[in-house]
């Protein structure tokens, strides 16, 4: 959790170091030998363990091999290793394995015409950091990984549309995914996962920048539809694809109407179903919506600022600040090219409200208990931050430079646990001279008292009927957490644990994810068979053998999407 920074200079990369939050930094190039470190794949920091730190060699193609720079005391000293092959990724580290590294191959030199020729690539498996490698599956096309799922697309002939394979034990064994099989002009894209399930975003055919979300069992394997027209730009890889990891079962995304408008939506049920988000209690529909009466919140993420649209920074949450969300967003029946604002909801996106005027940079400190913001303004110095200690309800601010200072961006430590963030940026002296400033701000000396159990309050998540039995009932699950409350003004402190209650209750069928083959069309709780696949004996390979689709869910209903262990729920015999 150490800020680094880089300086390129006379072929050589320039290498810093603080270990004060980036109050002070000192030079240590020196570890780098001179040489140049491909800034494309940055400085790549272990999940589990921040003392693990991976730099990638710029190498000449020339040369048998690749190279990278290894730290296992957070960039004090570092390893140089050679490589047995050339890297064309940034080498990332296994999410469930952190002392296993994944990497992205060229393929072999000497036997392909073209190096980067998809579907020629081989996907191999290092454990002692790159020092030695195990091939995992050839004729690769691309691949991924999230949550317990290792996953490839491969073409086993280039005449033949390609599949998508899955491992859930990093790649000693693969089973194909019953997805729609799609050609070399179409992809697949793994928009999210976790040790339950995964969303998969399948294209459609033709140039049309939407596709088809698919949510699967807790294999991988077997997959039903989720959203239809889910956007997704092949050109630029832009998709809005949000998880709302500060409450369980949350995600937001945009889809592409027939009208060639976008629109935002939400599902609290893991992709069962999808709505519009609520439009904020202190927001009007904006001025350019034909139809106000269908008047909701939109969200701005990536594709918007692909377009280069005024948003600084796409939506914000952190699983240590249950039910907070921070994004830019405009409130109509479609989405708006209009100046943002910033809408923050304290309850993982059921209730909205316009937090501030106007595109932002924002982060969250300890835990949530801390917003800070700073207006974008490209052309002009910035000297305020904004800060709220109450999820963004009311703001204060606090000028901290009489400088001119063109501000470039903030940055705090991983995981919202600090009190400090950095602010990014230079001055002009002269018409040829910038001088570059990072100034760190230090909340402790603005929250000086701990928190104590006065300061907190049970919380039920997911609540939209109060008083009723099965209120908060989401996924066959219950849970009530213990959140600051927003009156007190303290600070979490970086020991700080979210407290959880968790209680099984009784199950729906919008808990259940359709079978395979079969879907629900738009918000119906029922499953209906899919047209193509109607009257069809529907069998897939698990493990090399055959296997039935449907034998014990005859209506069409398959498992709890979510739960260790399978709550009360219906008889569906």
């Known amino acids: 959790n150490l800020p680094f920074s880089f300086i390129f200079f006379n072929g050589a990369s320039r290498l810093y170091r603080s270990e004060d939050f980036g109050k002070t930094f000192t030079d240590v190039s020196k570890v780098l030998k001179n040489y140049y470190i491909r800034k494309e794949f940055g400085i790549n920091v272990g999940p589990e363990n921040s003392k693990k730190v991976i730099l990638t060699a710029d190498v000449s193609k020339l040369k048998a091999g690749g190279a990278i720079f290894r730290s296992s005391d957070s960039g004090e000293t570092f390893e140089f290793i050679n490589l047995p092959f050339h890297p064309s990724q940034g080498m990332t580290f296994h999410p469930s394995n952190p002392s296993q590294l994944l990497a992205y191959l060229t393929g072999v030199l000497c036997c392909l015409d073209d190096v980067n020729a998809r579907g020629n690539l081989h996907l191999q498996r290092t454990t002692d950091l790159g020092k030695s490698n195990t091939k995992l599956h050839t004729n690769i096309y691309s691949f991924g990984f999230a949550g317990q799922f290792l996953f490839c697309s491969v073409i086993h002939n280039q005449s033949l549309p390609r599949s998508i394979l899955v491992s859930v034990d990093q790649g000693d064994t ?13 992809f697949y894209s793994i928009l999210g996962a976790d040790n339950e399930m995964i969303f998969m975003h399948v294209d459609e055919p033709g140039n049309t920048g939407f596709g088809t979300i698919y949510t699967s069992d807790d294999r991988g394997i077997l997959f039903s539809k989720s959203l239809e027209r889910h956007l997704f730009v092949d050109s630029s890889g832009a998709n809005d694809f949000t998880n709302v990891t500060s409450l369980r079962g949350v995600y937001i995304t945009n889809v592409l109407d027939i009208n060639n408008t976008i629109r935002s939506v939400i599902t609290f049920d893991s992709g069962g179903e ?8 202190n927001s009007q529909c904006d001025k350019t919506a034909k139809n106000p009466e269908q008047c909701s919140l939109h969200i ?10 005024d948003v600084p920074v796409p939506p914000l949450t952190a699983p240590n600040a249950v039910g907070v969300v921070i994004a830019h967003g405009s409130v109509g029946d479609v989405i708006s090219t209009l100046l943002p604002n910033v809408y923050v909801s304290d309850d993982g996106g059921y209730t909205w409200w316009k937090a501030l005027n106007g595109p932002h940079y924002y982060t969250m400190l300890d835990s949530g208990g801390l917003i800070v913001a700073l207006e974008s303004h490209p052309d002009r110095a910035v000297q305020v931050i904004k800060y709220s200690t109450d999820e963004g309800q009311c703001w204060h601010s606090y000028n901290f430079t009489n400088e001119t200072f063109m501000f470039v961006g903030l940055v705090s430590e991983p995981g919202a646990k600090s009190m400090n963030v950095s602010l990014w940026g230079y001055k002009q002296e002269n018409l040829y001279k910038t001088t570059w400033l990072s100034y760190t701000i230090d909340f402790n000396e603005l929250l000086t008292r701990d928190c104590d159990e006065r300061d907190y309050v049970l919380w039920l998540a997911h609540s939209t009927d109060f008083g009723s039995r099965t209120d908060g009932c989401i996924l066959g699950c219950k849970e009530r957490y213990q959140r600051l409350a927003k009156s007190s003004v303290c600070r979490n402190g970086r020991d700080y644990e979210l407290s959880k209650e968790q209680a099984f209750c009784q199950c729906t069928l919008a808990d259940y994810m359709c079978d395979f083959g079969y879907y629900r069309v738009g918000n119906d709780e029922k499953c209906v068979e899919q047209s193509d696949l109607k009257d069809k004996v529907l069998e897939f390979c698990l493990k090399g053998k055959e296997e039935q ?18 709550p009360q729920g219906l008889g569906l015999d």
Request: aromatic residues 8%; hydrophobic residues 25%; glycine residues 6%.
């Open 549 to 566: 689709s449907g034998s014990w869910s005859r209506c069409g209903v398959e498992r709890i999407v979510e739960g260790q262990t399978r």
């Open 274 to 281: 999808w709505r519009a988000l609520k439009r904020p209690s």
């Open 300 to 309: 701005h993420s990536t594709y918007s600022i692909s377009q280069k649209v």
């Open 174 to 186: 693969w089973n194909e995914a019953q997805l729609p099989p799609v050609s070399h002009e179409q």
